[in-house]
């Protein structure tokens, strides 16, 4: 079998598709592999390039081919799309991949990090949790709207309208709905202490990163002298001192 130098995978759940081509872009490869199946197969294969789709994964697959030898390039689907002969399916979507990472003019995502990656997800999930929030409070009013019962827009609004749910001697709330409305109270405050919880995370993300970058400043202006000539010396001597 000639030499694969450039493969297209199209990534999935369960599974993949390759596409391999040789120097001369004959097709030498064309298979579908199973999650399971696909670090042995690539580990099988000399270094070579590999593109693949920037879509959710696909950072986690280039770290591990990369760690293989490979040379991982990912790509924009909407960039990917134009090279897609034929009707869309996943050998067609691996052919393209293969095509378009050759491309000289093709823009790439830069793989992200773990920790990076990491980082996002905590913005995420804090966005969803305060996503959530707003839905809650959203029914809690509509709901009681709909009894004729409403209260200020804001914070302390809302809490008036908890208080209205909790008091038992409020007739204008059935006791049916008042269960739906206190189970969504419940919720409300549930969701509070989250964000509140992902609040003090990020703000001790942030003083770390500050204290990180100002450690790195510290440490180039430290180890500048190291890079230059100290004045009056020959061309080839150089200072070693530090501040």
């Not at 990912?74 to 095509?99: F, G, H, S």
């Not at 100290?230 to 530090?242: E, K, L, N, Q």
Request: one cysteine or more; charged letters at 25%.
């Amino acid at each position: 079998m000639q030499t694969v130098t450039t493969i297209g995978l199209d990534i999935a759940k369960s599974v993949f598709q390759v596409h391999g081509v040789d120097a001369q872009g004959k097709v030498v490869i064309r298979r579908q592999l199973k999650r399971r199946y696909v670090l042995a197969f690539f580990q099988k294969l000399p270094p070579c390039l590999v593109g693949i789709e920037a879509c959710a994964s696909s950072h986690h697959w280039s770290r591990e081919l990369h760690a293989l030898g490979h040379t991982v390039r990912l790509m924009p689907a909407a960039y990917v799309k134009p090279y897609v002969k034929r009707q869309k399916n996943d050998a067609a979507d691996a052919e393209a991949i293969c095509e378009a990472v050759t491309r000289a003019n093709m823009r790439f995502v830069k793989t992200k990090t773990v920790e990076q990656q990491s980082c996002l997800m905590l913005h995420r999930t804090r966005h969803l949790f305060i996503r959530q929030q707003t839905a809650v409070i959203n029914a809690i009013r509509a709901h009681l709207a709909e009894f004729g019962i409403v209260a200020p827009v804001g914070r302390n609004g809302v809490e008036e309208l908890l208080e209205v749910v909790a008091d038992p001697s409020d007739k204008r709330v059935p006791e049916v709905a008042r269960a739906c409305l206190a189970a969504l109270g419940a919720q409300l405050r549930v969701l509070k202490v989250r964000i509140l919880e992902f609040d003090r995370i990020v703000r001790r993300q942030r003083f770390w990163d500050n204290v990180l970058g100002k450690l790195r400043e510290a440490l180039a202006h430290q180890f500048a002298d190291f890079r230059r000539p100290a004045a009056g010396t020959a061309s080839g001597g150089w200072r070693w001192s530090v501040v």
